[in-house]
């Protein structure tokens, strides 16, 4: 394939590369690139300053914001945001519910929260995984009875990323018991501020609260909160999971993480055995680039390429790859609490065992690296 780019998508690239880094508020930035976490507060700010240079949903139909831009635009786009320390467009927004409405939705739903999801005026969670239904998600056992006007919602939601920052959440529910798990099944829109709704806080390994349960207890949720039609949830979700492995190789996060280390690495790049490890890391990102481009050139009609379970395989090896090294240049240092230490190699050192620790879910979420091998094996590979 022709690995060089065009001399129109090399203006393309600079354009996004001139934005990121001249464009967009730096004191974001700084959080993302010292490895800082972001508050609510910027996360917003960030999608709102790209929704109004019109970055934030390139993808979408253009009466909804889009730009018409091809894969590849939409590939550069993404790389450079990342390589720039700009964060990306909340994903629940912008490649979840976004493209299924937009696909799905009635016409008063599009112009209800399209616009609104676009800019972040709405913060959408996603009610997908439970308990016992995670990798094999048609398993859900939350039910949606229908009452008059009105659905009622019963049962549990966990690992909901942000949630406790939710306005809205997408929630797939069981509509019609009778039938083989995967046909009855509904998404529906509800109000996170609905009584019966209750946000419980998991924390993480690394000490952090990123991922809630979400409890439904009779809520009621209006009925044309329904997304197409019902009992085609199913259809609808495998739809958003397509769009959610969009961009599953984080190239331009892992090279800066790279980067990152090297630079605070010091005379540790002297060991041979360092440097050796490093030189491996690098050259797998270089052909993970290169296969994600390659992706990106062959795929078509909006489906995932069977190649991008690979990206999301090795996409997520490298990104912890990366991180463990960090953790062994770190040393002692990366577990030291070190509040007398304010210098920014004494930060990067504490935030290396948090990031790493962290980093273990790249392997699950997104559908686990053990089912992508299994696409792997059977799409490609044929076996």
């Known amino acids: 394939m022709q690995l060089e780019l065009s001399a129109e998508d090399a203006a393309f690239r600079e354009e996004m590369r001139t934005f990121f880094t001249t464009e967009f508020p730096q004191e974001i930035r700084d959080t993302v690139l010292e490895g800082r976490h972001l508050t609510r507060e910027q996360i917003v700010e960030s999608q709102q300053v790209l929704n109004k240079a019109g970055l934030a949903v390139p993808h979408w139909p253009e009466e909804w914001g889009g730009r018409g831009w091809s894969d590849l635009q939409r590939h550069l786009w993404h790389e450079e945001m990342q390589s720039a320390g700009v964060p990306i467009p909340l994903a629940f927004n912008a490649s979840m519910i976004g493209p299924v409405l937009a696909q799905f939705g009635t016409q008063e739903q599009k112009e209800r929260f399209l616009p609104a999801t676009a800019n972040l005026d709405i913060w959408w969670s996603q009610g997908f995984s439970e308990p016992d239904a995670g990798s094999d998600l048609a398993s859900l056992r939350t039910?949606?009875?229908?009452?008059?006007?009105?659905?009622?919602?019963?049962?549990?939601?966990?690992?909901?990323?942000?949630?406790?920052?939710?306005?809205?959440?997408?929630?797939?529910?069981?509509?019609?018991?009778?039938?083989?798990?995967?046909?009855?099944?509904?998404?529906?829109?509800?109000?996170?501020?609905?009584?019966?709704?209750?946000?419980?806080?998991?924390?993480?390994?690394?000490?952090?609260?990123?991922?809630?349960?979400?409890?439904?207890?009779?809520?009621?949720?209006?009925?044309?909160?329904?997304?197409?039609?019902?009992?085609?949830?199913?259809?609808?979700?495998?739809?958003?999971?397509?769009?959610?492995?969009?961009?599953?190789?984080?190239?331009?996060?892992t090279k800066r993480a790279l980067a990152t280390l090297k630079a605070n690495a010091g005379d540790r790049l002297d060991d041979p055995y360092v440097r050796a490890r490093i030189v491996e890391i690098e050259n797998e990102l270089l052909a993970l680039e290169l296969t994600a481009l390659r992706v990106v050139a062959h795929s078509a009609g909006g489906e995932p390429h069977p190649a991008s379970s690979v990206l999301k395989l090795k996409g997520t090896e490298l990104q912890q790859a990366v991180s463990e090294l960090a953790v062994d240049l770190a040393g002692p240092a990366s577990i030291a609490s070190g509040a007398d230490d304010d210098s920014p190699l004494a930060g990067w050192a504490r935030r290396s065992a948090p990031t790493y620790l962290n980093l273990r879910k790249a392997s699950i979420y997104g559908g686990s690296n053990e089912i992508q091998r299994q696409i792997i094996a059977r799409t490609i590979l044929g076996l």
Request: zero cysteines; a negative charge; hydrophobic letters at 40%.
């Open 143 to 253: 039910t949606a009875v229908r009452d008059g006007d009105d659905w009622v919602v019963n049962g549990q939601k966990t690992w909901t990323t942000l949630g406790q920052y939710g306005d809205w959440i997408f929630t797939l529910v069981r509509t019609d018991p009778d039938v083989k798990k995967q046909a009855g099944i509904s998404m529906l829109l509800i109000d996170m501020t609905l009584p019966g709704v209750e946000v419980r806080p998991i924390e993480l390994i690394d000490g952090g609260h990123e991922v809630n349960e979400v409890w439904f207890t009779d809520v009621r949720v209006p009925g044309d909160m329904l997304v197409g039609d019902l009992n085609g949830g199913w259809t609808i979700a495998k739809f958003l999971l397509g769009n959610e492995r969009v961009g599953v190789a984080p190239v331009g996060l």
